[in-house]
């Protein structure tokens, strides 16, 4: 007994030619009687058409089930893509020698704990009872890393990487989503790691709420991958532009909130530095972290709304680039 059916059968023109073809194959007496058309070639017509319908539909139940199929494969081969790709560059960058690819979270790791520490010592940032010092500047600079360093890789990759390009399941947003991927995790795993170092050491305090860090993380992530994808699109053999990617990440570091909290600016530059995503970004990593802090001052909305133009954006760029890459 056949089940139920799982997907609405296909309603396309070429399918109904093709059952009208199919149909008209069909050979059938044409015996009449001085009255018309027997009876029994008219019931025949019809039950040929009806089981010429029923395996269109049954058919078209098989189209479904083949294009969800397909739809996954080409997802799980989407995924072993970037996947490969991302190994290929901790290969290149730091190979297997001393600790290997570990060094993708060593070196963010490095820098990190640096600036943390001298900001402890020296006793700098922001005082505020419940807020350590070393847990406020770890929150601050190791979610602006993750900004920095992808923004930063992402000038002239496509010149670089042209030549992966020579296999066609190798697209340029592949490229720029392993490279990108590879920086993110290793910096998010240095976060937690000194996170969970400091909490140890009494210099820091689990995260007074979690999910609010997570979705700050997050939101970093994509609006850095969707910024990477348009500088990686628009410095591919332009020199002009990328005079202006490191600059920029420089510019940002006193302007995107990961030193300072809105509360400490004056009312009319908080007005301005709500436009920026970046500083709802801190400031909800903030909120996420600490117990003490406000979430009067960020707009996630506005900031996942931003993230979303760049991305496509992004991606359109990207689009327009591919029909210019030169295989080397």
């Not at 058309?37 to 058919?59: G, H, N, T, W």
């Not at 190994?87 to 297997?96: A, D, I, N, V, Y």
Request: hydrophobic share 50%; glycine share 6%.
């Amino acid at each position: 007994m056949r089940g139920p059916r799982m997907f609405a059968p296909l309603k396309s023109v070429d399918a109904e030619v093709a059952v009208c073809k199919a149909v008209a194959c069909l050979r059938i007496p044409e015996s009449r009687t001085s009255g018309g058309q027997s009876l029994l070639v008219r019931i025949s017509q019809k039950c040929i058409l009806f089981e010429a319908k029923s395996a269109f539909y049954d058919m078209s139940g098989f189209v479904d089930d083949f294009g969800q199929a397909s739809f996954r494969r080409g997802l799980r081969t989407q995924f072993g893509v970037i996947g490969a790709l991302m190994l290929r560059e901790l290969q290149s960058r730091f190979g297997r020698q001393n600790i290997g690819y570990l060094w993708i979270i060593g070196e963010p790791m490095m820098l990190a704990t640096v600036i943390s520490v001298l900001h402890s010592v020296a006793k700098t940032g922001i005082h505020v009872k419940g807020v350590q010092v070393f847990a406020f500047t770890l929150v601050g600079y190791n979610i602006f890393i993750i900004f920095r360093n992808v923004f930063n890789r992402s000038e002239h990759m496509l010149d670089y990487y042209s030549f992966l390009l020579y296999h066609n399941m190798i697209k340029p947003f592949d490229i720029v989503v392993g490279n990108s991927l590879a920086e993110m995790l290793g910096t998010i795993a240095s976060f937690f790691i000194l996170l969970g170092a400091g909490i140890c050491f009494g210099v820091a305090d689990f995260p007074a709420r979690p999910l609010y860090l997570f979705l700050a993380i997050f939101m970093m992530c994509w609006l850095t991958l969707s910024l990477s994808m348009i500088i990686a699109a628009y410095t591919y053999q332009s020199h002009f532009i990328s005079r202006f990617v490191h600059p920029f990440t420089y510019f940002m570091i006193p302007l995107s909130g990961a030193f300072f909290t809105m509360s400490l600016l004056p009312a009319w530059a908080r007005e301005y530095m709500a436009w920026n995503p970046l500083m709802t970004v801190f400031e909800v990593a903030r909120y996420g972290q600490f117990e003490v802090m406000t979430d009067q001052y960020f707009q996630i909305a506005y900031t996942l709304a931003f993230a979303a133009v760049a991305n496509y954006w992004g991606l359109l760029a990207l689009r327009q680039v591919r029909r210019r890459l030169q295989v080397s």
